[in-house]
Protein backbone atom coordinates (compact mmCIF):
# COMPACT_ATOMS: atom_id res chain seq x y z
CA UNK A 1 0.00 0.00 0.00
CA UNK A 2 1.01 3.72 -1.15
CA UNK A 3 0.00 6.66 -0.07
CA UNK A 4 -3.42 5.00 1.19
CA UNK A 5 -4.18 2.95 -2.10
CA UNK A 6 -2.93 -0.80 -2.84
CA UNK A 7 -0.20 -1.23 -5.16
CA UNK A 8 1.11 -4.32 -6.68
CA UNK A 9 4.64 -4.74 -8.45
CA UNK A 10 4.08 -7.53 -11.19
CA UNK A 11 7.65 -8.98 -12.19
CA UNK A 12 6.32 -11.20 -14.96
CA UNK A 13 9.65 -13.48 -16.24
CA UNK A 14 9.75 -15.88 -19.46
CA UNK A 15 12.26 -15.94 -22.53
CA UNK A 16 12.45 -14.25 -25.92
CA UNK A 17 9.20 -15.37 -28.10
CA UNK A 18 7.07 -15.78 -25.92
CA UNK A 19 4.10 -13.47 -26.20
CA UNK A 20 5.28 -11.46 -23.27
CA UNK A 21 5.27 -7.80 -25.39
CA UNK A 22 1.63 -8.49 -26.05
CA UNK A 23 0.98 -9.42 -22.39
CA UNK A 24 2.96 -6.28 -21.63
CA UNK A 25 0.74 -4.20 -23.70
CA UNK A 26 -2.27 -5.82 -22.29
CA UNK A 27 -1.50 -4.57 -18.71
CA UNK A 28 -0.62 -1.12 -20.10
CA UNK A 29 -4.17 -0.85 -21.57
CA UNK A 30 -5.96 -1.20 -18.35
CA UNK A 31 -5.26 2.43 -16.99
CA UNK A 32 -4.01 1.87 -13.68
CA UNK A 33 -0.47 0.08 -14.56
CA UNK A 34 2.99 1.49 -15.48
CA UNK A 35 5.06 -1.11 -17.26
CA UNK A 36 8.96 -1.59 -17.35
CA UNK A 37 9.54 -3.29 -20.83
CA UNK A 38 12.93 -5.40 -19.95
CA UNK A 39 14.59 -3.44 -17.31
CA UNK A 40 17.77 -5.79 -17.03
CA UNK A 41 18.36 -5.59 -21.07
CA UNK A 42 21.54 -3.34 -20.90
CA UNK A 43 23.31 -4.45 -17.53
CA UNK A 44 22.81 -8.03 -19.34
CA UNK A 45 24.49 -6.88 -22.30
CA UNK A 46 26.95 -4.78 -20.84
CA UNK A 47 28.12 -7.27 -18.45
CA UNK A 48 28.13 -10.22 -21.04
CA UNK A 49 29.92 -8.58 -24.25
CA UNK A 50 27.07 -11.06 -26.33
CA UNK A 51 26.08 -9.86 -29.57
CA UNK A 52 22.55 -8.94 -29.75
CA UNK A 53 20.69 -6.64 -32.75
CA UNK A 54 20.90 -3.07 -31.77
CA UNK A 55 23.20 -3.69 -28.34
CA UNK A 56 24.96 -0.59 -28.53
CA UNK A 57 21.85 1.23 -28.64
CA UNK A 58 20.35 -1.09 -26.03
CA UNK A 59 23.06 -0.16 -23.66
CA UNK A 60 23.46 3.51 -24.36
CA UNK A 61 19.39 3.65 -23.68
CA UNK A 62 19.36 2.24 -20.58
CA UNK A 63 21.16 1.68 -16.82
CA UNK A 64 24.11 -0.74 -16.98
CA UNK A 65 24.41 -0.88 -12.96
CA UNK A 66 22.03 -4.03 -12.35
CA UNK A 67 21.92 -2.46 -8.32
CA UNK A 68 20.15 0.68 -9.81
CA UNK A 69 17.99 -1.17 -12.00
CA UNK A 70 16.93 -3.47 -9.12
CA UNK A 71 16.31 -0.45 -6.94
CA UNK A 72 14.00 0.78 -9.34
CA UNK A 73 12.23 -2.31 -9.84
CA UNK A 74 11.06 -1.55 -6.08
CA UNK A 75 10.67 2.11 -6.52
CA UNK A 76 8.31 4.64 -6.56
CA UNK A 77 5.36 2.93 -9.38
CA UNK A 78 5.43 5.64 -12.32
CA UNK A 79 2.69 8.17 -12.97
CA UNK A 80 1.49 7.45 -9.24
CA UNK A 81 -0.38 3.78 -10.55
CA UNK A 82 -1.20 1.54 -8.61
CA UNK A 83 0.21 -1.25 -10.69
CA UNK A 84 3.88 -1.63 -11.72
CA UNK A 85 3.76 -4.60 -14.41
CA UNK A 86 7.71 -5.33 -15.08
CA UNK A 87 8.63 -7.23 -18.39
CA UNK A 88 11.58 -9.26 -17.56
CA UNK A 89 13.44 -11.64 -19.97
CA UNK A 90 14.79 -14.74 -17.80
CA UNK A 91 18.19 -14.92 -19.62
CA UNK A 92 18.92 -11.31 -18.26
CA UNK A 93 19.19 -13.02 -14.54
CA UNK A 94 22.72 -13.86 -14.62
CA UNK A 95 24.73 -15.32 -12.17
CA UNK A 96 26.48 -12.19 -11.38
CA UNK A 97 23.24 -10.30 -10.77
CA UNK A 98 21.63 -10.34 -7.14
CA UNK A 99 18.53 -11.73 -7.51
CA UNK A 100 17.41 -10.32 -3.69
CA UNK A 101 14.70 -7.90 -5.03
CA UNK A 102 12.87 -10.46 -6.05
CA UNK A 103 11.50 -10.73 -2.81
CA UNK A 104 9.71 -7.30 -3.27
CA UNK A 105 7.55 -8.49 -6.53
CA UNK A 106 4.78 -10.65 -7.26
CA UNK A 107 7.05 -12.90 -9.65
CA UNK A 108 4.94 -14.68 -12.10
CA UNK A 109 6.00 -17.11 -15.27
CA UNK A 110 4.98 -16.76 -18.88
CA UNK A 111 5.67 -19.99 -20.87
CA UNK A 112 5.44 -20.93 -24.42
CA UNK A 113 6.28 -24.33 -26.12
CA UNK A 114 10.39 -24.72 -27.09
CA UNK A 115 8.89 -24.95 -30.47
CA UNK A 116 7.19 -22.50 -31.49
CA UNK A 117 9.73 -20.52 -29.24
CA UNK A 118 12.89 -21.80 -31.28
CA UNK A 119 11.03 -21.63 -35.02
CA UNK A 120 10.02 -17.89 -34.13
CA UNK A 121 13.50 -16.57 -32.20
CA UNK A 122 15.56 -18.19 -35.36
CA UNK A 123 13.91 -15.68 -37.97
CA UNK A 124 15.27 -12.94 -35.69
CA UNK A 125 18.67 -14.17 -35.13
CA UNK A 126 21.00 -16.64 -36.18
CA UNK A 127 22.34 -19.47 -34.60
CA UNK A 128 20.51 -19.41 -30.94
CA UNK A 129 21.64 -21.70 -28.33
CA UNK A 130 19.74 -22.80 -25.20
CA UNK A 131 21.29 -20.01 -23.14
CA UNK A 132 19.62 -17.51 -25.56
CA UNK A 133 16.12 -18.62 -25.46
CA UNK A 134 15.74 -18.27 -21.62
CA UNK A 135 14.37 -22.31 -20.46
CA UNK A 136 17.08 -23.41 -18.31
CA UNK A 137 17.39 -19.62 -16.52
CA UNK A 138 13.48 -19.84 -16.07
CA UNK A 139 13.35 -23.00 -14.50
CA UNK A 140 16.04 -21.74 -12.02
CA UNK A 141 13.78 -19.00 -11.52
CA UNK A 142 11.04 -20.84 -10.69
CA UNK A 143 12.67 -23.02 -8.19
CA UNK A 144 14.20 -19.97 -6.76
CA UNK A 145 10.64 -18.43 -5.97
CA UNK A 146 9.20 -21.71 -4.77
CA UNK A 147 11.62 -22.39 -2.53
CA UNK A 148 11.07 -19.37 -0.73
CA UNK A 149 7.40 -18.80 -1.26
CA UNK A 150 6.68 -22.63 -0.13
CA UNK A 151 4.54 -23.12 -2.62
CA UNK A 152 4.63 -22.93 -6.64
CA UNK A 153 4.27 -19.15 -8.13
CA UNK A 154 1.59 -18.58 -10.74
CA UNK A 155 2.89 -19.60 -14.12
CA UNK A 156 0.67 -19.09 -17.10
CA UNK A 157 1.26 -20.73 -20.83
CA UNK A 158 0.81 -18.06 -24.16
CA UNK A 159 -1.18 -20.55 -25.60
CA UNK A 160 -3.81 -20.54 -22.93
CA UNK A 161 -3.76 -16.96 -23.55
CA UNK A 162 -4.38 -17.26 -26.91
CA UNK A 163 -6.92 -19.97 -26.93
CA UNK A 164 -8.83 -17.98 -24.43
CA UNK A 165 -7.56 -14.44 -23.44
CA UNK A 166 -10.56 -12.92 -21.25
CA UNK A 167 -10.67 -16.54 -19.70
CA UNK A 168 -7.05 -16.73 -19.01
CA UNK A 169 -6.56 -13.03 -17.93
CA UNK A 170 -9.33 -13.46 -15.70
CA UNK A 171 -7.31 -16.04 -14.20
CA UNK A 172 -4.60 -14.15 -14.34
CA UNK A 173 -5.80 -11.38 -12.46
CA UNK A 174 -7.51 -13.68 -9.56
CA UNK A 175 -4.06 -15.12 -8.90
CA UNK A 176 -2.87 -11.33 -8.64
CA UNK A 177 -5.36 -10.45 -6.63
CA UNK A 178 -6.32 -7.43 -8.74
CA UNK A 179 -9.51 -6.71 -10.80
CA UNK A 180 -9.81 -8.09 -14.35
CA UNK A 181 -10.78 -5.51 -16.98
CA UNK A 182 -12.07 -5.69 -20.64
CA UNK A 183 -9.50 -3.15 -21.76
CA UNK A 184 -6.66 -6.04 -21.29
CA UNK A 185 -8.34 -7.46 -24.36
CA UNK A 186 -7.10 -4.51 -26.89
CA UNK A 187 -4.64 -2.23 -27.02
CA UNK A 188 -4.30 0.38 -30.45
CA UNK A 189 -1.85 -0.83 -33.35
CA UNK A 190 1.98 1.06 -33.13
CA UNK A 191 4.57 1.35 -31.84
CA UNK A 192 3.99 2.05 -27.90
CA UNK A 193 5.83 4.90 -25.87
CA UNK A 194 7.25 2.65 -23.59
CA UNK A 195 8.71 0.01 -25.79
CA UNK A 196 12.44 -0.90 -25.54
CA UNK A 197 15.15 1.07 -28.16
CA UNK A 198 14.90 -2.64 -29.90
CA UNK A 199 11.35 -2.75 -30.91
CA UNK A 200 12.21 -1.73 -34.19
CA UNK A 201 14.25 -4.97 -34.59
CA UNK A 202 11.58 -7.53 -32.26
CA UNK A 203 8.68 -5.61 -32.23
CA UNK A 204 7.25 -5.84 -36.28
CA UNK A 205 4.71 -8.43 -36.03
CA UNK A 206 3.11 -7.27 -32.43
CA UNK A 207 3.10 -3.59 -33.56
CA UNK A 208 0.42 -4.69 -36.39
CA UNK A 209 -1.67 -6.06 -33.59
CA UNK A 210 -4.46 -4.69 -31.79
CA UNK A 211 -5.19 -7.75 -29.48
CA UNK A 212 -4.07 -11.20 -29.04
CA UNK A 213 -3.93 -13.59 -31.98
CA UNK A 214 -5.87 -16.48 -32.75
CA UNK A 215 -5.00 -19.77 -31.42
CA UNK A 216 -2.03 -21.49 -32.78
CA UNK A 217 -2.18 -24.16 -34.97
CA UNK A 218 0.34 -27.32 -35.21
CA UNK A 219 3.37 -27.57 -33.64
CA UNK A 220 5.98 -26.26 -36.67
CA UNK A 221 8.39 -27.96 -38.06
CA UNK A 222 11.97 -27.59 -37.71
CA UNK A 223 14.99 -28.61 -39.20
CA UNK A 224 17.06 -30.44 -36.70
CA UNK A 225 19.85 -28.07 -35.69
CA UNK A 226 16.56 -26.46 -34.43
CA UNK A 227 14.95 -29.14 -33.09
CA UNK A 228 17.94 -30.66 -30.99
CA UNK A 229 17.63 -27.31 -29.27
CA UNK A 230 14.06 -27.34 -28.87
CA UNK A 231 14.44 -31.00 -27.47
CA UNK A 232 16.88 -29.58 -25.34
CA UNK A 233 14.51 -27.23 -23.51
CA UNK A 234 11.52 -29.07 -23.42
CA UNK A 235 12.00 -30.38 -20.16
CA UNK A 236 12.16 -27.25 -18.65
CA UNK A 237 9.01 -26.32 -20.21
CA UNK A 238 7.62 -29.17 -19.09
CA UNK A 239 7.82 -28.83 -15.23
CA UNK A 240 6.48 -24.89 -15.68
CA UNK A 241 3.75 -26.29 -17.38
CA UNK A 242 2.96 -28.73 -14.99
CA UNK A 243 1.53 -25.76 -12.63
CA UNK A 244 0.27 -23.65 -15.30
CA UNK A 245 -3.14 -21.92 -14.34
CA UNK A 246 -6.00 -23.61 -15.47
Not at 110 to 124: D, F, G, N, Q
Request: overall charge negative; aromatic content about 10%.
Amino acid sequence: MEDGKMTARIAMWSGPRNLSTALMYSFAARGDCAVWDEPFYAAYLSATGIAHPMADEVIASGEVDPSRVAAACLGPIPRSQSLFYQKHMTLHMIPDFDRGFMDGLINVFLIRHPARVVASYSKKRESPTLMDIGFVQQAELFDEVADRLGQAPTVIDSADIRANPRGSLMKLCTALDIPFMESMLNWPAGPKPYDGVWAPHWYNAVHQSTGFDEPEDALPDLADAFQRLSDQAQPYYDRLAAHALK
